[in-house]
């Protein structure tokens, strides 16, 4: 494990909807001398950036090509239907794919969701460059869009709604850096997504007094007699 450097900096990239503000507070309680900096994009931007070794790590979202890279699993996402507040789908609290059969369903390019069953509903005849260009054709009407619950709530308009997808595939979200000798930095910050409190360590536990060697030449203890 390297040892960090006296102008350290560890910096953290991290894709729309994720939310690092509270691992960002830890850290800013455990390392108030080395400033933790949050640079934003996508997840291929964040991934290219963490193989470059511009930033230490990275929260993306799966897939990613690993190769090269360790990549811990935090939480799966739900995805949703986002449709507009009048839409036959509000009509319930959640709904399932055969829902949108009938529906054109809005692919951005920047779409980070897996489809192993291809996608559901009819394919829209234009692919908007992105997921927030995506939102702004569901309030014009011309179709609904599926995405993560986080980025439902980050692009919310006063004339759309969501509703949970029951059976679709969830969106995973990964802590990522590079397959190498972890830093000291890097082994705090896995420490503080794990869930590791401050007082807790990777090192062995010491071995109790009656566990641990005498020094050369000192004299054995004696037990005490019972009476």
Same mark, same amino acid.
Not at 43 to 56: H, K, N, P, S, Y
Not at 78 to 90: E, G, R, S
Not at 180 to 188: D, K
């Given at each position: 494990m390297t040892e960090p450097t006296p102008a350290a900096t560890f910096r953290l990239g991290y894709v729309p909807g994720v939310t690092p503000g509270k691992w960002a507070r830890i850290w800013a309680e455990r390392r108030p001398r080395v400033p933790l900096e949050l640079v934003a994009g996508s $997840? @291929? !931007? %964040?991934?290219?950036? *963490?193989? %470059? /070794?511009?930033? @230490?790590a990275a929260l993306v979202r799966l897939p990613i090509d690993r190769a090269g890279l360790h990549a811990i699993p935090l939480y799966t996402e $739900? $995805? &949703? %239907? &986002?449709?507009?507040? @009048?839409?036959?789908?509000?009509a319930a609290e959640e709904a399932v794919l055969a829902d949108l059969a009938d529906e054109t369903l809005l692919h951005p390019q920047d779409d980070t969701l897996d489809w192993p069953g291809g996608r559901p509903g009819r394919a829209a005849a234009y692919t908007p460059p992105t997921t927030? !260009?995506? &939102?702004?054709? *569901? %309030?014009? /009407? =011309? /179709?609904?869009?599926a995405l993560p619950q986080s980025l439902a709530r980050l692009h919310h308009r006063r004339d759309l709604t969501y509703r949970p997808l029951t059976d679709a595939p969830g969106s995973s979200v990964v802590l990522t850096w590079p397959d190498?000798?972890? $830093?000291?930095? =890097? !082994? !705090?910050f896995i420490g503080i997504v794990r869930g590791r409190t401050a007082h807790s360590s990777r090192t062995p536990r010491q071995a109790p007094a009656a566990e641990r060697p005498r020094p050369a030449g000192a004299a054995p203890r004696r037990r005490a007699r019972r009476r």
């Open positions: $997840t @291929d !931007e %964040a991934v290219e950036l *963490v193989r %470059a /070794g511009t930033i @230490d $739900t $995805t &949703v %239907a &986002v449709v507009p507040k @009048d839409h036959l789908l509000t927030a !260009e995506a &939102v702004e054709l *569901v %309030a014009a /009407g =011309m /179709g609904v869009l190498a000798e972890n $830093t000291e930095l =890097m !082994e !705090e």
